[in-house]
């Protein structure tokens, strides 16, 4: 099946796959050739892409997932392979949001600006961690 990842800035992946691990606002789900047509919202995590028995991981913003028995397209606001996240910068950016949550009032557009700044960089956290088993 065809797997197409896109971001405002670019086509973060494009390429024939046998899977993909998404993570759905509803779980964790699993995508095989011929599954059944399906849209769902996507929350920050890891998403897994499974090609010639291997397997690469990403970090993914929010976003959006349309299914077909041929294609999975996913639309998302940040797509990075796990080789490519800057552990050091996604802690930083965590302690910031943190600090800018717990220091002052913020407005309600302001406030989840910050939580989503902050479930990215967790979500980065996550896939690079994880892939070391820490």
């Known amino acids: 099946m065809r797997l197409e990842i896109v971001t405002p ?3 973060a992946y494009s390429d024939e796959v046998e899977s993909v691990v998404i993570p759905a606002v509803e779980g964790e789900m699993g995508v095989l050739p011929m599954h ?8 920050p995590g890891e998403l897994v892409v499974t090609k010639s028995g291997k397997m690469l991981h990403m970090a993914v913003g929010e976003g959006f997932v ?27 950016a965590v302690k910031r949001a ?8 913020l407005g ?27």
Do not use: C, Y
Not at 36 to 41: H, L, S, Y
Not at 98 to 105: P, S, V
């Open 36 to 43: 059944i047509p399906f849209v769902t919202a996507i929350k």
């Open 108 to 134: 309600a557009e302001e406030e989840a600006a910050v939580q989503a700044a902050l479930a990215k960089s967790l979500a980065q956290l996550h896939v690079k961690r994880r892939r070391r088993g820490i």
């Open 66 to 92: 349309e299914i077909t028995q041929e294609r999975v397209n996913v639309l998302t606001d940040m797509a990075i392979e796990e080789k490519a996240i800057d552990e050091a910068a996604a802690e930083a």
């Open 9 to 11: 800035e670019a086509r």
């Open 98 to 105: 943190q600090e800018a949550l717990a220091g002052r009032d």
